[in-house]
């Protein structure tokens, strides 16, 4: 086990025996909502994925250790410090290790401390991607670089439209991430279910994805795979509606000058405003579906390791066995 990562005990324990485990960011508790809705949903999205069967694993910096798994205080003090709590990546990792910092993990740093933690699931809202412009502002989401290399999937409702999705989907193909629509053929782009791009399969069933993420890691093929869910249809802004309100965000980006790692919270408040706060009570429900897919996925995962161990197990005896008799033979 690293030295420099906790697990929280209930995490540990489900792990050690085989039961289905979820991680889960913080940054979208700091940086994605306001208070005090983040800290509710933070709450709710742990209950749900329990509700399915698995064990979730909020992840963060506290006090420069690593967290597989929070506690209650931990959530409402990240929820309550807000957009003050840094906001770390893999590139913030170190400083903050080193500075015994508390700060939230995005998509990127949970999955490697998922990973070192030995949990392959992990539910989101939404992944970062690749910005529009970004062809002369190089801003290209360190999510995408994370699912290339760190073996974890990764549950979201696609990517926001303030991003440009048909460059994401290209960059994810080069780095060799599968992205796999769950009951749909398009990529799902977060407050809307359809983006007009293609994901790579449809698939409609958990177990059917839980196969796939068993094939790809048993491979020795490494990196995270992509599970888009889109966002019920009764809880969906329609495309035209959020557009308009995207659009405005994204000139106030350029206008106000927001660059670096501030430009996504940025534009996830300046949405939720300008929607007097119906994106914001889609994301909840968008997370809410997300943290309830990954721990079936999450079962299903767990239920093919179990009957690979056991088939493992029946192969040994059956080579005992003949060693035994071959042995008597001879
Ligand atoms: N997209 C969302 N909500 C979020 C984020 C993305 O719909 O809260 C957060 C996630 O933590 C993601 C991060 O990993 O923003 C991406 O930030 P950047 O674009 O700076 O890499
Ligand atoms: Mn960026």
Redesign the pocket.
């Known amino acids: 086990m690293n030295a420099l990562l906790d697990i929280h005990p209930e995490v540990a324990d489900a792990l050690h025996h085989g039961r289905s485990v979820v991680a889960l ?4 508790i700091s ?3 306001p208070w005090p809705q983040n800290l509710e949903t933070a709450l709710r999205v742990e209950a749900a994925v329990r509700e399915h069967g698995a064990v979730p694993a909020t992840v963060a910096v506290m006090a420069g250790r690593l967290k597989a798994g929070l506690t209650h205080d931990d959530i409402e003090s990240l929820a309550r410090q807000g957009l003050t709590a840094p ?1 770390v ?1 893999r590139r913030d990792l170190p400083l903050l290790l080193a500075e015994a910092g508390t700060g ?7 999955m490697i401390v998922a990973a070192l933690a030995g949990i392959r699931i992990f539910a ?6 690749v ?1 529009r412009g970004a062809a002369t502002s190089f ?5 995408l670089q994370e699912l290339a290399r760190t073996s974890v999937a990764v549950v ?2 696609g ?2 439209a ?2 440009d999705l048909k460059l994401t989907l290209e960059y994810l193909e080069t780095q060799g991430v599968p992205v796999i629509g769950f009951g749909t053929d398009e990529l799902p782009a ?1 407050y809307s279910r359809a983006s007009g791009l293609k994901v790579n399969r449809r698939l409609d069933t958990p177990e059917q994805i839980a196969r796939v993420l068993h094939a790809k890691w048993q491979a020795g093929l490494q990196g995270g795979v992509v599970i888009a869910n889109p966002i019920a249809p009764e809880h969906e802004i329609p495309r035209e509606r959020i557009d308009g309100y995207i659009g405005q965000a994204l000139r106030e980006v350029q206008q106000q000058g927001v660059e ?6 940025f534009l ?1 408040a300046r949405v939720s405003e300008l929607t007097g706060g119906a994106s914001l009570a889609a ?1 909840i429900e968008l997370v809410l579906a997300n943290a309830r897919l990954a721990a079936r996925v999450a079962g299903a995962l767990a239920a093919l390791s179990a009957d690979e161990a056991r088939a493992a197990r029946q192969a040994e005896a059956v080579e005992a066995a003949m060693q035994a008799q071959a042995a008597l033979g001879a």
Do not use: W
């Open positions: 960011e913080s940054t979208i940086h994605g909502m906001k990546s939230a993990t995005t998509v990127a740093a949970t989101t809202g939404g992944i970062g991607g910005h801003d290209i989401s360190a999510d979201c409702a990517a926001k303030i991003l977060f670096g790692a501030a430009v996504t919270p996830l994301n």
